[in-house]
């Protein structure tokens, strides 16, 4: 078949057209309590309604693991759902337990984060809320909230420790 210069043209403004519409967001993750900058962050493309991305692990020496990949879509959760982080949201698998053979070990764990596509507001921040990522951990069928916080601009933490998201659990409940 003999390509045509109109066909050509068609080609690329089908091709440029389906990269219209995606938006790339990079986003670190704070501690619920601001005292721990993660070493790991979130690099995500939403294109439309669908999200993917990379769950960045290797960014620093630090941080030890393999990079996951994140797969999921934009919702909204209500304000009155009691849920840590609520609005319009993304949703998404994550693979990085995965990548890590396992937390401790083969354990058939997997995880799901529930990120705003933004850093958090300073308003947010000194007010302690609301937050803007969480992460919720499925161990042997039962899915239970692991770690949340807020957002940030800063991807990593400069090599000040190895605590990433997903081995940093929530404090004891009173």
């Known amino acids: 078949m003999k390509l045509t210069s109109s066909m050509v043209i068609a080609l690329l403004l089908l091709s440029c057209g389906a990269a219209f519409g995606q938006t790339t967001h990079k986003l670190g993750f704070l501690s619920h309590d601001k005292q721990t900058q993660f070493c790991d962050f979130e690099q995500l493309t939403v294109t439309g ?34 849920l840590p982080v609520t609005g319009t949201v993304a949703t998404f698998a ?22 705003k596509l933004r850093a ?13 990522w969480a992460l919720y951990t499925n161990f042997g069928g039962t899915a239970a909230l ?29």
């Open 94 to 115: 994550d693979n990085t337990y995965d990548q890590q053979q396992g937390y401790q070990g083969a354990c058939g764990c997997s995880e799901f984060y529930i990120s």
């Open 49 to 82: 309604s669908v999200v993917s991305g990379t769950h960045v692990v290797t960014s620093s020496d630090t941080c030890f693991g393999n990079n996951g990949v994140m797969a999921g879509v934009v919702s909204t959760i209500s304000a009155t759902s009691g």
């Open 120 to 132: 958090a507001t300073a308003a947010e921040l000194q007010a302690g809320g609301p937050f803007t």
């Open 146 to 174: 692991l770690n949340f916080g807020f957002t940030t601009t800063q991807l990593g933490n400069n090599e000040t420790s190895s605590a990433n998201t997903f081995d940093f659990p929530l404090p004891p409940q009173p």
